[in-house]
């Protein structure tokens, strides 16, 4: 995935992508650049999110939708903090917020990319 490079201004965004134990860090002048590398990447990781669930027993069990397999974070100005989570069984959910991260409710015809990038512009 080719991020733009960009100086290293203040503005900007800032793409993270979590999978696993790998940590990959992207930057782009525009949002929409931005969030079409999530969007891009999201679906990619999706298509190899198969988990199985685990726990049963002694042990609450946790089903693949409940587990998150990979992260994607968008930070950018004016404290833009968004993002999607890719699931153990292949879908994804935005959200909103750092500390407390806030599902994004996705309109009827909407993904969960459509729904980030109505949450993540600005006003």
Do not use: C, F
Request: a positive charge; hydrophobic letters at 35%; proline letters at 6%.
């Amino acid at each position: 995935m080719g991020a733009e490079v960009t100086s290293p201004s203040i503005g900007g965004y800032r793409v993270k992508v979590r999978n696993g134990p790998k940590v990959e860090n992207e930057r782009y002048d525009d949002l929409d650049a931005a969030l079409a590398a999530i969007e891009s990447r999201g679906q990619e990781l999706a298509r190899h999110s198969q988990v199985d669930a685990v726990g049963g027993g002694l042990v609450r069990r946790i089903e693949p939708v409940q587990q998150v397999t990979a992260r994607i974070q968008l930070a950018g100005p004016a404290r833009l903090r968004a993002g999607i989570d890719v699931r153990g069984d292949g879908s994804a959910e935005a959200w909103t917020g750092w500390l407390r991260r806030r599902v994004v409710e996705q309109q009827p015809g909407e993904s969960p990319y459509d729904a980030l990038r109505r949450t993540a512009r600005p006003d």
